[in-house]
C-alpha cells in the first residue's frame, strides 16, 4: 500500500508570497490531518479533515492559512502571503480508524527567506 | 495549560542493553497516549498505542507502561540495536483528533 505522499519536499519562498502544500493521503482513509514543527518546537496540531469536512481547525495560526480536500481526497495547505515565521516543516497524516496510529508523510520544509 | 516533558534530550546506551525513554505530562488526562519514532528527515512512525485503563503493552521488543496516578509513560526497548536509533516522540492524547506530541527524546545506541 503507497504511504502518505506530500510535495514537494522542499520550498524556499520569499516573504510575501504564496505557497501550495499537497498531501495525497492513503487511499481510503477518511480521516486527514496536517501538522507542523517550527524550528526548536514541538510538533503541532494545525487542522482535521473528515473525507471534504473540516472537522477542526483550532490549530491553524491564523487567516492566512487555507486548507481544502478536494472530494475527501487529496489535500492542500496554502499559505498566503506567506511570513518568515511561516518557515518550518508541514506533516500531512492519514488514518482509517480516529484514535489509533497515523500514518505521517514525510513532510514539506517550508523555508521563507 | 498542558506540558510534555521527555526526558533528556539525548540518550546514549550501548547495543544489547535496555533503553528507557520517559513521558511525562501535567495539567490535563489523556485518555491513551502514542508513540512514535522519527528518523532525520522523515516523518513520524507510529509505534505503540496505550489506553489509559491499560498498565502496559508490549510489542516485539518493545514495551510501554501508563500510569495515570504519576501521569508518566515509560517507553523500553530491550536488546537495542543500532537500528533502533531515532528521535522518539511521545504524544499524551486527550482527544482522538489530534495529538499533542513531546519534543522527543534522540536515542542512539552504540555498537
Known amino acids: 500500500e503507497a504511504g502518505v505522499t506530500q510535495f514537494p519536499s522542499h520550498s524556499v519562498i520569499e516573504k510575501g508570497q504564496t505557497v501550495t502544500l499537497r498531501c495525497d493521503p492513503i487511499s481510503g482513509h477518511d480521516n486527514l490531518y496536517w501538522y507542523r514543527r517550527v524550528m526548536g518546537k514541538e510538533i503541532k496540531f494545525l487542522l482535521h479533515f473528515v473525507k471534504e469536512s473540516k472537522q477542526d481547525e483550532s490549530g491553524m495560526p491564523n487567516n492566512r492559512f487555507l486548507a481544502e480536500r478536494t472530494g475527501g481526497t487529496y489535500s492542500t495547505l496554502k499559505v498566503q502571503p506567506a511570513e518568515l515565521e511561516d518557515s518550518g516543516v508541514y506533516f500531512c497524516?492519514?488514518?482509517?480508524?480516529?484514535?489509533?496510529?497515523?500514518?505521517f508523510g514525510s513532510g514539506t520544509r517550508l523555508t521563507v527567506v | 495549560s498542558q506540558k510534555i516533558e521527555q526526558n533528556s534530550e539525548a540518550l546514549n546506551i550501548q547495543e544489547g542493553k535496555t533503553a528507557t525513554l520517559t513521558c511525562n505530562y501535567t495539567n490535563y488526562s489523556p485518555a491513551y497516549l502514542q508513540w512514535y519514532r522519527q528518523d532525520p528527515g522523515r516523518g513520524p512512525v507510529f509505534l505503540l498505542l496505550i489506553r489509559e485503563n491499560e498498565k502496559e503493552k508490549r510489542k516485539e521488543r518493545l514495551k510501554v507502561t501508563f500510569d495515570t496516578t504519576l501521569k508518566q509513560s515509560l517507553f523500553h526497548i530491550t536488546a537495542s540495536q543500532p537500528a533502533d536509533s531515532a528521535t522518539y516522540l511521545c504524544?499524551?492524547?486527550?482527544?482522538?483528533?489530534?495529538?499533542?506530541f513531546g519534543s522527543g527524546t534522540q536515542l542512539t545506541v552504540l555498537p
Open positions: 497524516a492519514s488514518s482509517h480508524t480516529r484514535g489509533y496510529g497515523y500514518t
Open positions: 504524544a499524551p492524547s486527550g482527544s482522538a483528533r489530534q495529538l499533542t
